[in-house]
C-alpha cells in the first residue's frame, strides 16, 4: 500500500467512496453521536456516583440507547464545530471576511459554552476575539495554556467545505486562522489542522494508513503560512515541534512506515486496560485526548482498529478515561465519512440535539464543496 495521492472519488477498503451528500449529513451527525456519548463517559466519571460508562451498555448494548437532548447532551465539541459550519457555508467573498464571521458566531456562543465543561482554553480565547475591531477582530495573543483539543474539534468540517487536493493551501490557512482564534499555540492550533487534513483525506479516499504520514507531510506548509502573517513566531518556535514529536513517536509505535504506508500494528493484548495506559503515555499531562495533538491521535487509532465496526469504534473513542467527547467527536466524524449511518443504530441520532441543524450544514458543506468558485 502506497501513500501517494488519490484522486477525488477514491477507494477505501475496496469501496468506491465518492463524495456523497449522504456522508457528508453523517459526518455532522456522528461527529456529534460521539460527542454526546463521550461527554456523558466524562460526565459519569466525574460524578460522585462515578458509574461505569461500560455497565450502561451491559444491558441490550448501543442499540438500546436513545440520545435525546435531555439526557444526552452534545458538549461545547459541537456547538463550536457548528459555529464553524456555520461560518463556512455563508456567502463570503474573502477569507477575512470568513474569519470575521467565524469570530461573530464563535462569541454568539461563548455564553452556553459554560454549561458544557469546555475546554478552557475555547473560553478563554473566545473573551479575546473582538467582533467589533474590523482589521484584527480574529487576531487574539498567544497563549502558553492554548494547547488544548478544542480547535481540533470545531475544524473538521473545513476539510469538508476545502477536501479538494488542488485546494490544500486554502484548507491550511483557514484551518490554522480558526485554529489559533481559540487556541493560538502550535499544539491547539496543529491540531485543527490535522481534524481538517484527515476529513479532506477521507473524502478524497485516501488509504486510512497513509493519513498520519501525509498530515505531517503539510505540517511545513502551516509553518510557511505562519511566516507570512509574522505573528507569534518567536514564541510558536518554542513549541511547534513538540506536535510532530509526539506524532512521530505514534507513527514509529504502531510501525506505520514512511513511504510504504503498511498497516498498522498493534498489540496482541489491547483491551480496555491497556488502552487506557497507552493513551495516558500518549497525553501529555496523563489525561488522554486533552491536547491538540493527543485528541486526533486517539480518534485515528480508534479508527485503525475498528474498521467498520462503529460499536468498536465507541468502545476505543467514546469510551475511555480521558477526554472522550473530543475524541468522540473526531473519530464519529471520520466514521460518518468513511461509511455513512451504516451499522449505527438509529437510536443514536434520531432524537439527537441539533440533528436537523447538523444535516442541513452537510448538505449545505457538500454543495458548496463541489461548486466551482
Excluded at 467573498?93 to 469546555?118: A, H, I, Q, S, T
Aim: hydrophobic content about 35%.
Amino acid at each position: 500500500m502506497t501513500c501517494a495521492r488519490q484522486p477525488a472519488g477514491g477507494w477505501v477498503q475496496g469501496r468506491e467512496l465518492p463524495p456523497q451528500m449522504e456522508k457528508f449529513q453523517a459526518a455532522m451527525v456522528l461527529g456529534s453521536v460521539g460527542d454526546a456519548l463521550g461527554y456523558r463517559n466524562v460526565c459519569r466519571e466525574n460524578s460522585a456516583c462515578g458509574s461505569d460508562m461500560q455497565e450502561l451498555l451491559q444491558d441490550g448494548g448501543l442499540g438500546h440507547l436513545v440520545l435525546s437532548a435531555e439526557k444526552w447532551p452534545v458538549s461545547d465539541n459541537t456547538l463550536m464545530h457548528i459555529a464553524t459550519a456555520e461560518a463556512l457555508t455563508t456567502d463570503y467573498w474573502c477569507l477575512d471576511d470568513l474569519y470575521r464571521e467565524m469570530v461573530r458566531r464563535y462569541v454568539g456562543v461563548l455564553d452556553k459554552l459554560p454549561e458544557r465543561r469546555p475546554d478552557p482554553a475555547t473560553i478563554d480565547g473566545c473573551a479575546q476575539l473582538k467582533p467589533n475591531n474590523y482589521l484584527l477582530a480574529w487576531h487574539t495573543p498567544f497563549n502558553e495554556k492554548g494547547s488544548g483539543f478544542g480547535a481540533a474539534t470545531k475544524a473538521m468540517c473545513i476539510g469538508m467545505r476545502y477536501w479538494q487536493p488542488e485546494r490544500l493551501a486554502t484548507l491550511v490557512e483557514v484551518s490554522v486562522e480558526c485554529g489559533r482564534m481559540t487556541h493560538n499555540h502550535p499544539t491547539g492550533f496543529l491540531g485543527s489542522l490535522c481534524t481538517a487534513l484527515f476529513v479532506s483525506y477521507a473524502v478524497q479516499g485516501r488509504p486510512l494508513e497513509c493519513w498520519g504520514r501525509d498530515m505531517l507531510r503539510a505540517v511545513p506548509l502551516a509553518e510557511e503560512y505562519c511566516k507570512k502573517t509574522i505573528r507569534h513566531m518567536a514564541e510558536y518556535q518554542e513549541h511547534w515541534f513538540y506536535f510532530e514529536a509526539k506524532w512521530q513517536f505514534y507513527l514509529e509505535e504502531r510501525k506505520i512506515s514512511e513511504d510504504t504506508g503498511d498497516r498498522a500494528s498493534f498489540p496482541d493484548s489491547y483491551g480496555a486496560a491497556e488502552r487506557e495506559k497507552t493513551y495516558k503515555k500518549w497525553s501529555s499531562e496523563g489525561r488522554a485526548g486533552r491536547r491538540g495533538h493527543d485528541a486526533p491521535m486517539i480518534a485515528y487509532d480508534a479508527l485503525l482498529a475498528a474498521g467498520d465496526s462503529w460499536t468498536e469504534l465507541c468502545h476505543r473513542a467514546m469510551f475511555h478515561g480521558g477526554e472522550s467527547g473530543a475524541t468522540g467527536t473526531i473519530a464519529g466524524c471520520l466514521f460518518g465519512l468513511l461509511y455513512g449511518l451504516d451499522g449505527v443504530p438509529e437510536g443514536l441520532y434520531r432524537d439527537l440535539e441539533h440533528r436537523a441543524t447538523l444535516e442541513r450544514l452537510g448538505t449545505a458543506l457538500y454543495r458548496l464543496s463541489t461548486e466551482e468558485k
